[in-house]
T-cell receptor, first 112, second 111 residues
């Protein structure tokens, strides 16, 4: 099993550009989440999903959109990139709420 | 979600036992305690989860006293590869999608 796969691993954007961070899991997990981690900080929840077609906002949702059309995929879209969105983004999934999450290896995003 | 307090950093030596205590004074009846490990440039990795008393797996042990206002993650006989940040999370399993990561404890294992 590949687990949670995130692409790309690295990305540089110019201010105002949009892009989509991809996240896919092959474990048939219903629950998926997106986090961002700024240098030296803990992770902050951006958006999460409890199943296909169901998404909700986390702690820091502004500037980001998500969709969940399939169980496997949970893409994160940056609408208009800003330097404040420079961070490492992690996608995670779990079979059931509250159980241990499996995290992807992250996408390091720099907005200039 | 209950707020947690952990030491910012700890140093240890190879072969020693490392104990990291997490305070969660306002833990709720339905809350579970979960620990994650994060290496540099990697996503967090689930280590262990418990509700009360003691839980042990192949990686660590989790000790939770009767009042559940704190918990201790114990890493036996650490090696250099255990150098990482360790996060303590407390929350209701029903709210599991809203994991709140604090600053964590940076553990440095020295030779």
């Amino acid at each position: 099993n590949a687990g949670v796969t995130q692409t790309p691993k690295f990305q540089v954007l110019k201010t105002g550009q949009s892009m989509t961070l991809q996240c896919a899991q092959d474990m048939n997990h219903e629950y998926m989440s997106w986090y961002r981690q700024d240098p030296g900080m803990g992770l902050r929840l951006i958006h999460y999903s409890v199943g296909a077609g169901i998404t909700d906002q986390g702690e820091v949702p502004n500037g980001y959109n998500v969709s969940r059309s399939t169980t496997e995929d949970f893409p994160l879209r940056l609408l208009s990139a800003a330097p404040s969105q420079t961070s490492v983004y992690f996608c995670a999934s779990t079979e059931r709420a509250g159980y241990g999450y499996t995290f992807g290896s992250g996408t390091r995003l720099t907005v200039v | 979600l209950a707020k947690t307090t952990q030491p910012i950093s700890m140093d240890s030596y190879e072969g020693q036992e490392v104990n990291i205590t997490c305070s969660h004074n306002n833990i709720a009846t339905n809350d579970y305690i979960t620990w994650y490990q994060q290496f540099p440039s990697q996503g967090p990795r689930f280590i262990i989860q418990g509700y009360k008393t003691k839980v042990t797996n192949e990686v660590a042990s989790l000790f939770i006293p009767a009042d559940r206002k704190s918990s201790t993650l114990s890493l036996p006989r650490v090696s250099l590869s255990d150098t990482a940040v360790y996060y303590c999370l407390v929350g209701d399993r029903a709210a599991g999608n809203k994991l709140t990561f604090g600053g964590g404890t940076r553990v440095l294992v020295k030779p």
